[in-house]
């Protein structure tokens, strides 16, 4: 049952499930619900989303209303009930040490939940303008927009020139394809091997059946982003293959 919701930027809802417990409490950051939008029988599919946050007995997601589904979501009041599945696919490998998160836009959706379980050192911020910048509490942010109505004005990658990646032993890369993979092709090598992607597909089943949400293999062959992921390392992915599939 929807228990809060929010609009938190034009466009873009906060919701809070009542969900029982235990079974959310301890899913890692990076794992995702598929939930019913509506009872009725158009959308067809469950859509899927990112786990913001949890505590005991709920949980949370952050998401833009970009199309139907998001649409009928972002009518639903507090006191509907939904169904949801969860939690789903495997979050980040919660290594020690010194994290350094990268999100673009919406894809940031699921670090208040990352943020707060590991030692996250700084966090770097980017979308088109700053109704699009979501706001990430207790981390040190270093913000960037395209329209410089927030940070400086520019691209995520330009804050990237500065990053001492020698200082992280965790990077978490999360945003939209095109982005995700400017900021792999200016690492490092070395930062490229400690970094984990939140991949997002669109997706059926949410559970490994039906293969409709495929992200390109390095060295060949498909991943499910359902169930192999959908945080992968970054290397596993096939970057040129999957770039060009959109
Ligand atoms: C693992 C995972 C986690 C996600 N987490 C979040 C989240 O935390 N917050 C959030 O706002 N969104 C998230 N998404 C994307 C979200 O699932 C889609 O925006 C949603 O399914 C769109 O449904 P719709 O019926 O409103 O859109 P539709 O009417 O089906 O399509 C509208 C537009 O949205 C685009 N779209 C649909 N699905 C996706 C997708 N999976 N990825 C990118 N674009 C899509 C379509 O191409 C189209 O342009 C996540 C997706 C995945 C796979
Ligand atoms: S969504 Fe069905 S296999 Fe991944």
Redesign the pocket.
């Known amino acids: 049952m929807i228990i809060e919701k929010e609009e938190i930027l034009p466009g873009?809802y906060r919701i809070k499930f009542e969900v029982p417990a235990p079974y959310f409490i301890e899913a890692q950051p990076g794992r995702?619900i598929q939930l019913e939008?509506s009872h009725d029988p158009f959308?067809v599919t469950r859509?899927?989303?990112?786990i913001?946050s949890v505590s005991e007995s709920s949980v949370e997601?952050?998401?833009?209303?970009?199309?139907?589904?998001?649409?009928?979501?972002a009518e639903a009041d507090a006191g509907r009930s939904l169904r949801l599945l969860g939690p789903l696919?495997s979050g980040y490998r919660l290594d020690p040490g010194k994290w350094l998160l990268i999100g673009g836009g919406?894809g940031a959706?699921?670090f208040p939940g990352l943020a707060a379980t590991v030692e996250c050192d700084l966090l770097l911020l980017g979308a088109s303008s700053q109704d699009k910048l979501l706001t990430i509490r207790e981390t040190e942010t270093v913000t960037i927009t395209e329209d410089g109505s927030s940070g400086r004005k520019g691209l995520i990658t330009d804050l990237l020139e500065t990053v001492h990646w020698e200082a992280f032993s965790s990077i978490a890369l999360c945003g939209?394809i095109p982005m995700m993979k400017a900021v792999i092709d200016m690492m490092p090598v070395a930062a490229r091997a400690i970094t984990q992607v939140?991949?997002?597909?669109?997706?059926g089943c949410g559970w490994g059946a039906c293969e409709g949400?495929s992200v390109p293999k390095a060295g060949g062959g498909f991943l499910k982003?359902?169930s192999d992921?959908?945080v992968f390392p970054a290397d596993s992915i096939d970057w040129e293959r999957w770039e060009g599939i959109h």
């Open positions: 873009v995702f939008v959308p859509r899927p989303f990112t913001s997601i952050v998401f833009e209303a970009v199309g139907r589904g998001t649409g009928i979501l696919g919406l959706a699921g939209p939140s991949a997002e597909a669109r997706m949400c982003c359902c992921g959908p």
